[in-house]
Nanobody, 123 residues
Framework: QVQLVESGGGSVQPGGSLRLSCAAS????????MAWYRQGPGKEREKLAT???????EYADSVKGRFAISRDNAKNTVSLQMNSLKPEDTAVYYC?????????????????WGQGTLVTVSS
């Protein structure tokens, strides 16, 4: 069974920085695209950033220039460096990964989610 586990949330003052990490664990799998989402109070889940298997990235306008997504394919991790945080960045942040599980016939294609980590930006 493949799982995603997030870490790195917390509280920070406006203008501060946080780094979120997400690690995939399990066996006999390979990860395709990875992404970060967030869901603020009373809001729909919003896609923030995607990093493709080839390393290309895409960002939502709301975080472009402030957030940076990166991945380590050898460690099966994805990170989100968040700078210049604003109160409106307060949300639960989720990582997402498209995973191919290869220990079954046929292979299984899964879209997995982390458990979510709370980021609070407040003075």
């Amino acid at each position: 069974q493949v799982q995603l586990v997030e870490s790195g949330g917390g509280s920070v003052q406006p203008g501060g920085s946080l780094r979120l990490s997400c690690a995939a664990s399990g066996s006999d799998f390979t990860i395709q695209d990875m992404a970060w989402y967030r869901q603020g109070p009373g809001k729909e889940r919003e896609k923030l950033a995607t990093i493709f298997k080839n390393g290309n990235t895409e960002y939502a306008d709301s975080v472009k220039g402030r957030f940076a997504i990166s991945r380590d394919n050898a460690k099966n991790t994805v990170s989100l460096q968040m700078n210049s945080l604003k109160p409106e960045d307060t949300a639960v942040y989720y990582c997402n990964a498209d995973v191919i599980v290869m220990n079954t016939t046929p292979w299984r294609f899964l879209s997995l989610w982390g458990q979510g980590t709370l980021v609070t930006v407040s003075s």
